[in-house]
């Protein structure tokens, strides 16, 4: 065991084109199809993990504490709890420590933003490299192998949460367009994409900074039973093939619009589950109608992408970023809860701090 007991990262937040929404039925968190993401470096989760040796070695259960921006946040505990229990049959260590765990978001709270993909993206960075340290001398991995076990542990604490380890787009779930492709982590999107698509931003329109009425976890679930799953993971798959392309060819309408049906397929999947649900608002929509018409009358290559939420990622080519901030400022502002928006570029690796 090595003398590292402390250690710290950050990680980015991610943005699904192709959506991940149903689990596999066995295993832990095993997508039902294949995703991919743009990680948004500039919205991400700094974590810092102090250990301290128990002297009850191998506990039955996991000793930890949690400070979210300096407060102590004992209500995120059992999620975390959960989640080092995943961890803990291939990093048996876990239980021999107790772990504080020190986390931050540079993004505002109660911005209805999911945290969860940065912030178990940064935390499974920390144990996989505590891991790493305690393996020196017995294993040496290569970055590949720390990568992607750290993307594992991600998925076991939230499955979008392993694409954000990689600077490249993130794909995670088997298919036949990615060999490398896996349901156990995300791998990177290491082809090379056409400039068209390899300069683009995130500005995030928050519509509603409230508590969602029905949590990813039980989204997710709704799909056990749902009369379309079957379908939807079947399109998901065709989808995911046709955007590996559409990204190496640079088919910009192609992108724009699998990307907005990409979103509305996962809100209409949320609409027809058993109860039925909607997270989009009123000001969702007339953002996405706002957002239409604009690319009708000047074509700037952007599209709109939804989270499990009612706010709108308006993705779009820097190129044209004077011109969409102008428009963001002027039509669509009037519809973002206190005027807020956040941006970020696409693309950028996890830092050890
Ligand atoms: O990672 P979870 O369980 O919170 O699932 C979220 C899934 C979506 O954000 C809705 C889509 C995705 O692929 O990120």
Known sequence: MSEYNCVKYRCPSN????????????????PANPSISWTLTD??????????????????????????????????EPKIRQFLERI?????????????????????HGTGIASSAAGFGALALCFADFQRADLAGIQTWSEEEFLQTASKYARLGSGSACRSVYGQPGIWGETKAWSKATDEFAVP???????SLNN??????????????VSSTQGHDLLKDHPYATSRYQQAQINLERLLEIMKKGDLEGFISLVESEALQLHA?????????????????????????????????????????ANVHLLYDKSYSQSVMNFIET???????????????IGGSPQKN
């Not at 259960?61 to 946040?73: D, N, Q, R, Y």
């Not at 683009?200 to 009425?213: F, N």
């Open 269 to 309: 999947m949320m609409m027809s589950s058993e109860p039925y649900y909607l997270l989009i608002r009123p000001n969702t929509v007339a953002i996405i109608e706002k957002i239409w018409l604009k690319r009708k009358e000047t074509q700037w290559p952007m599209a709109f992408t939804l989270d499990a939420g």
């Open 15 to 30: 943005i699904a084109l192709v959506k991940y929404w149903g689990k596999k039925s066995g295993g832990v968190q095993l």
């Open 88 to 108: 803990a049959p291939f990093m048996p260590e876990v239980k021999d420590f107790h772990w504080r765990i020190e986390s931050e978001n540079n993004f505002p």
């Open 331 to 345: 039509e669509l502002l009037p519809y973002c809860k206190n005027s807020l928006y956040l941006c970020s570029n």
């Open 200 to 213: 683009w931003a995130d500005a995030v329109l928050i519509v509603d900074d409230g508590e969602k009425s």
């Open 189 to 195: 999107f290491t082809a090379e994409v056409h400039p």
């Open 43 to 76: 919205l991400h989760a700094t974590t810092t993990v102090t250990r301290t040796k128990l002297t009850d070695t191998h506990a039955s259960s996991v000793s930890l504490e949690f400070f979210l921006a300096g407060e102590p946040k004992p209500s995120f």
